[in-house]
């Protein structure tokens, strides 16, 4: 039987979700036997791939790079699964709405707070244009299955994706499914 193919993408989040992850430890061997994971921040691959079986997605939409990948991953996958509050809610990253204009966000990160460096980066193409809201990835394309956590503890990751390779929907139980 060909193994399922996986893969995980990062919006805007800060890494957490992927670092719970990777607490899966010993338990990633037995899932590469069983999936293949296909495109990871965690790997070296270029292009979202097309026919993936299910993407976990971490972090909420705050730029125009995350709305492309998102919906070149919807196009492409045939599960979609938020991974983790910033893509359930919008969460931190959505803490930016309180600033609404982008650009006073940036003068407030990249001036006002910033210790050492004061400038806002302007070389071309190195910031993406900043959307505002910053909203819930369902806020922009159709999501299948949701795994809340701030992060979502490796337990609750575990648990989700053995619903996935066993065939059965990702509905985690109640007791898994409080924020937090
Ligand atoms: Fe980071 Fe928490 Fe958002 Fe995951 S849910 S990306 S851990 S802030």
């Keep these: 039987m060909d193994r399922l193919k996986i893969a995980t993408i990062w919006l ?3 890494s957490g979700c992927h670092m719970s992850f990777l607490d899966l430890d010993e338990w990633l061997i037995e899932l590469v036997g069983k999936a293949e994971i296909v495109y990871s921040p965690l ?7 097309k026919g993936v079986d299910a993407t976990l997605v971490e972090g909420a939409v705050a730029n125009k ?14 599960l979609i699964i938020a991974f983790g509050d910033c893509a359930v809610t919008g969460n931190v990253t959505a803490m930016r709405n309180i600033i609404e204009c982008p650009r006073r966000a940036l003068e ?14 302007n070389e071309p ?10 909203v819930p990835i369902h806020q922009v394309v ?39």
């Design 43 to 49: 790997m070296d691959i270029k292009e979202f791939p």
């Design 108 to 121: 407030t990160a990249y001036l006002q707070l910033s210790a050492g460096n004061k400038s806002i980066p």
């Design 142 to 180: 159709a999501v299948d299955a949701f795994i809340p956590g701030c992060p979502p503890s490796a337990q609750r990751i575990k648990l989700a994706l053995e619903l996935l390779l066993n065939g059965q929907p990702v509905i985690l139980p109640p007791e898994e499914l409080k924020f937090g």
């Design 125 to 134: 193409g190195i910031l993406p244009e900043l959307l505002t809201p910053v």
């Design 12 to 14: 805007g989040g800060c």
């Design 65 to 78: 790079d995350n709305l492309e990948l998102l919906r070149t991953v919807r196009v492409n996958s045939k």
